[in-house]
T-cell receptor, first 111, second 114 residues
Framework: KAGVTQTPRYLIKTRGQQVTLSCSPISGHRSVSWYQQTPGQGLQFLFEYFSETQRNKGNFPGRFSGRQFSNSRSEMNVSTLELGDSALYLC??????????FGPGTRLTVL | AQSVTQPDIHITVSEGASLELRCNYS??????LFWYVQSPGQGLQLLLKYFSGDTLVQGIKGFEAEFKRSQSSFNLRKPSVHWSDAAEYFC????????????FGQGTTLQVKP
Protein backbone atom coordinates (compact mmCIF):
# COMPACT_ATOMS: atom_id res chain seq x y z
CA LYS A 1 0.00 0.00 0.00
CA ALA A 2 1.11 3.51 -0.65
CA GLY A 3 1.93 5.53 2.44
CA VAL A 4 0.53 8.81 3.61
CA THR A 5 1.17 11.55 1.08
CA GLN A 6 1.27 15.25 1.76
CA THR A 7 1.30 18.11 -0.71
CA PRO A 8 3.03 20.37 -1.18
CA ARG A 9 6.24 19.30 0.52
CA TYR A 10 7.56 22.85 0.81
CA LEU A 11 5.77 26.16 0.92
CA ILE A 12 6.83 29.76 1.39
CA LYS A 13 4.26 32.37 2.30
CA THR A 14 4.27 35.89 3.68
CA ARG A 15 2.61 37.17 6.81
CA GLY A 16 -1.11 37.74 6.46
CA GLN A 17 -1.59 35.22 3.68
CA GLN A 18 -3.48 31.98 4.04
CA VAL A 19 -2.38 28.48 3.15
CA THR A 20 -3.99 25.11 2.49
CA LEU A 21 -2.15 21.85 3.03
CA SER A 22 -3.35 18.51 1.74
CA CYS A 23 -3.06 14.98 3.08
CA SER A 24 -4.01 11.70 1.44
CA PRO A 25 -4.21 8.86 3.96
CA ILE A 26 -3.30 5.24 3.44
CA SER A 27 -6.05 3.48 1.53
CA GLY A 28 -8.74 2.24 3.90
CA HIS A 29 -7.75 4.54 6.76
CA ARG A 30 -10.60 6.69 8.01
CA SER A 31 -8.85 8.71 10.69
CA VAL A 32 -6.57 11.61 9.82
CA SER A 33 -4.72 13.69 12.39
CA TRP A 34 -2.58 16.77 11.98
CA TYR A 35 0.42 17.84 14.04
CA GLN A 36 2.64 20.90 14.06
CA GLN A 37 6.34 20.40 14.72
CA THR A 38 8.59 23.29 15.71
CA PRO A 39 12.01 23.37 17.38
CA GLY A 40 10.64 25.24 20.37
CA GLN A 41 7.33 23.51 21.00
CA GLY A 42 8.04 20.08 19.57
CA LEU A 43 5.19 18.00 18.19
CA GLN A 44 1.76 19.37 19.00
CA PHE A 45 -1.60 17.92 18.09
CA LEU A 46 -3.78 20.15 15.91
CA PHE A 47 -6.92 18.14 15.20
CA GLU A 48 -8.27 14.77 14.16
CA TYR A 49 -10.93 13.87 11.64
CA PHE A 50 -12.80 10.63 11.41
CA SER A 51 -15.42 9.96 8.75
CA GLU A 52 -15.55 13.64 7.81
CA THR A 53 -16.17 14.76 11.42
CA GLN A 54 -13.72 16.58 13.63
CA ARG A 55 -13.38 14.32 16.62
CA ASN A 56 -10.68 16.06 18.59
CA LYS A 57 -8.99 19.44 18.58
CA GLY A 58 -5.77 20.70 20.09
CA ASN A 59 -5.07 24.03 21.68
CA PHE A 60 -4.57 26.18 18.60
CA PRO A 61 -6.27 29.44 17.59
CA GLY A 62 -9.22 29.47 15.25
CA ARG A 63 -6.95 30.49 12.38
CA PHE A 64 -6.15 26.80 12.12
CA SER A 65 -8.94 24.77 10.58
CA GLY A 66 -9.36 21.55 8.71
CA ARG A 67 -11.75 19.27 6.97
CA GLN A 68 -12.02 15.76 5.68
CA PHE A 69 -13.64 14.61 2.50
CA SER A 70 -15.70 11.51 1.81
CA ASN A 71 -12.64 9.75 0.38
CA SER A 72 -10.82 10.42 3.71
CA ARG A 73 -8.46 12.95 2.18
CA SER A 74 -7.95 15.88 4.48
CA GLU A 75 -6.95 19.50 4.19
CA MET A 76 -5.84 21.96 6.81
CA ASN A 77 -6.00 25.69 6.39
CA VAL A 78 -4.16 28.42 8.21
CA SER A 79 -5.44 31.96 7.71
CA THR A 80 -3.69 35.24 8.45
CA LEU A 81 -0.30 33.61 8.69
CA GLU A 82 2.13 34.69 11.39
CA LEU A 83 5.87 34.19 11.55
CA GLY A 84 5.36 31.70 14.36
CA ASP A 85 3.36 29.45 12.05
CA SER A 86 6.57 28.42 10.33
CA ALA A 87 6.80 24.71 11.04
CA LEU A 88 6.71 21.20 9.71
CA TYR A 89 3.09 20.11 9.46
CA LEU A 90 2.63 16.39 9.74
CA CYS A 91 -0.38 14.37 8.80
CA UNK A 92 -1.03 10.90 10.18
CA UNK A 93 -3.61 8.35 9.20
CA UNK A 94 -4.97 5.42 11.14
CA UNK A 95 -7.26 2.54 10.32
CA UNK A 96 -8.91 2.54 13.71
CA UNK A 97 -7.28 5.34 15.77
CA UNK A 98 -4.91 3.17 17.76
CA UNK A 99 -1.83 3.35 15.54
CA UNK A 100 -0.92 6.36 13.45
CA UNK A 101 1.20 6.35 10.33
CA PHE A 102 2.83 9.61 9.40
CA GLY A 103 3.45 11.30 6.11
CA PRO A 104 6.66 13.15 5.19
CA GLY A 105 5.24 16.50 6.19
CA THR A 106 4.87 19.92 4.62
CA ARG A 107 7.53 22.46 5.51
CA LEU A 108 5.87 25.88 5.78
CA THR A 109 8.02 28.99 5.94
CA VAL A 110 6.36 32.31 6.70
CA LEU A 111 8.33 35.42 5.78
CA ALA B 1 -2.21 16.40 33.08
CA GLN B 2 -1.05 13.94 30.50
CA SER B 3 2.60 14.31 29.60
CA VAL B 4 5.62 12.51 28.25
CA THR B 5 9.17 13.20 29.35
CA GLN B 6 12.30 12.19 27.53
CA PRO B 7 15.05 13.20 29.96
CA ASP B 8 17.89 13.01 27.46
CA ILE B 9 17.86 15.65 24.74
CA HIS B 10 20.99 14.36 23.07
CA ILE B 11 22.83 11.03 23.33
CA THR B 12 26.04 9.93 21.65
CA VAL B 13 27.02 6.28 21.43
CA SER B 14 29.70 4.41 19.54
CA GLU B 15 28.71 2.15 16.69
CA GLY B 16 28.22 -1.36 18.01
CA ALA B 17 27.47 -0.20 21.54
CA SER B 18 24.15 -0.76 23.26
CA LEU B 19 21.52 1.95 23.49
CA GLU B 20 18.80 2.87 25.92
CA LEU B 21 16.54 5.88 25.44
CA ARG B 22 14.41 6.85 28.38
CA CYS B 23 10.74 7.76 28.37
CA ASN B 24 8.50 8.54 31.33
CA TYR B 25 4.81 9.28 31.03
CA SER B 26 2.06 10.70 33.16
CA UNK B 27 -1.36 9.36 32.31
CA UNK B 28 -4.43 8.56 34.34
CA UNK B 29 -5.31 5.24 32.79
CA UNK B 30 -3.39 2.54 30.99
CA UNK B 31 -2.00 4.31 27.99
CA UNK B 32 -1.09 3.24 24.52
CA LEU B 33 2.66 3.84 24.16
CA PHE B 34 4.69 4.38 21.02
CA TRP B 35 8.21 5.03 19.84
CA TYR B 36 8.75 6.85 16.56
CA VAL B 37 11.95 7.74 14.74
CA GLN B 38 12.50 10.77 12.53
CA SER B 39 15.38 11.24 10.14
CA PRO B 40 16.27 14.79 9.09
CA GLY B 41 13.63 16.30 6.84
CA GLN B 42 11.43 13.24 7.08
CA GLY B 43 8.18 12.27 8.74
CA LEU B 44 7.86 9.93 11.70
CA GLN B 45 8.32 6.19 11.34
CA LEU B 46 6.72 3.87 13.87
CA LEU B 47 9.28 1.68 15.61
CA LEU B 48 7.03 -0.15 18.04
CA LYS B 49 3.94 0.13 20.19
CA TYR B 50 2.53 -1.20 23.43
CA PHE B 51 -1.15 -1.62 24.10
CA SER B 52 -1.38 -4.48 26.59
CA GLY B 53 -0.03 -7.93 27.33
CA ASP B 54 3.66 -8.77 27.30
CA THR B 55 5.52 -5.77 28.68
CA LEU B 56 8.52 -6.35 26.43
CA VAL B 57 7.69 -5.43 22.86
CA GLN B 58 9.76 -5.95 19.76
CA GLY B 59 9.88 -3.48 16.95
CA ILE B 60 11.51 -2.90 13.62
CA LYS B 61 15.23 -2.39 13.04
CA GLY B 62 16.16 -4.49 16.08
CA PHE B 63 14.60 -2.17 18.65
CA GLU B 64 12.69 -3.27 21.71
CA ALA B 65 10.99 -1.46 24.56
CA GLU B 66 9.86 -2.43 28.01
CA PHE B 67 6.75 -1.10 29.72
CA LYS B 68 7.14 -0.71 33.48
CA ARG B 69 3.90 0.42 35.06
CA SER B 70 5.43 0.92 38.52
CA GLN B 71 7.95 3.37 37.08
CA SER B 72 5.66 4.90 34.44
CA SER B 73 8.39 4.21 31.93
CA PHE B 74 8.68 2.86 28.43
CA ASN B 75 12.37 2.80 27.60
CA LEU B 76 13.67 1.96 24.15
CA ARG B 77 16.67 -0.33 23.74
CA LYS B 78 18.90 -1.73 21.06
CA PRO B 79 21.75 -4.18 21.72
CA SER B 80 24.07 -2.90 19.00
CA VAL B 81 23.70 0.47 17.34
CA HIS B 82 24.41 1.01 13.65
CA TRP B 83 25.48 4.32 12.11
CA SER B 84 22.14 4.43 10.26
CA ASP B 85 20.32 4.64 13.60
CA ALA B 86 21.39 8.27 13.98
CA ALA B 87 18.13 10.20 14.08
CA GLU B 88 15.66 11.78 16.48
CA TYR B 89 13.52 9.48 18.57
CA PHE B 90 10.13 10.36 19.99
CA CYS B 91 8.14 8.63 22.68
CA UNK B 92 4.39 9.19 22.55
CA UNK B 93 1.35 8.30 24.60
CA UNK B 94 -2.20 7.98 23.38
CA UNK B 95 -5.57 7.27 24.90
CA UNK B 96 -7.02 3.83 24.66
CA UNK B 97 -9.42 4.43 21.81
CA UNK B 98 -11.83 6.76 20.07
CA UNK B 99 -9.30 9.42 19.36
CA UNK B 100 -6.12 9.69 17.40
CA UNK B 101 -4.54 12.32 19.60
CA UNK B 102 -0.94 11.56 20.59
CA UNK B 103 1.12 13.41 23.17
CA PHE B 104 4.79 13.44 22.32
CA GLY B 105 7.93 13.85 24.33
CA GLN B 106 10.46 16.47 23.28
CA GLY B 107 12.58 13.91 21.50
CA THR B 108 16.07 12.50 21.91
CA THR B 109 18.67 13.07 19.22
CA LEU B 110 20.95 10.10 18.77
CA GLN B 111 24.43 10.59 17.37
CA VAL B 112 26.48 7.52 16.47
CA LYS B 113 30.27 7.70 16.54
CA PRO B 114 32.19 5.49 14.12
Amino acid sequence: KAGVTQTPRYLIKTRGQQVTLSCSPISGHRSVSWYQQTPGQGLQFLFEYFSETQRNKGNFPGRFSGRQFSNSRSEMNVSTLELGDSALYLCASSPNTDTQYFGPGTRLTVL
Amino acid sequence: AQSVTQPDIHITVSEGASLELRCNYSYGATPYLFWYVQSPGQGLQLLLKYFSGDTLVQGIKGFEAEFKRSQSSFNLRKPSVHWSDAAEYFCAVGPSSNTGKLIFGQGTTLQVKP
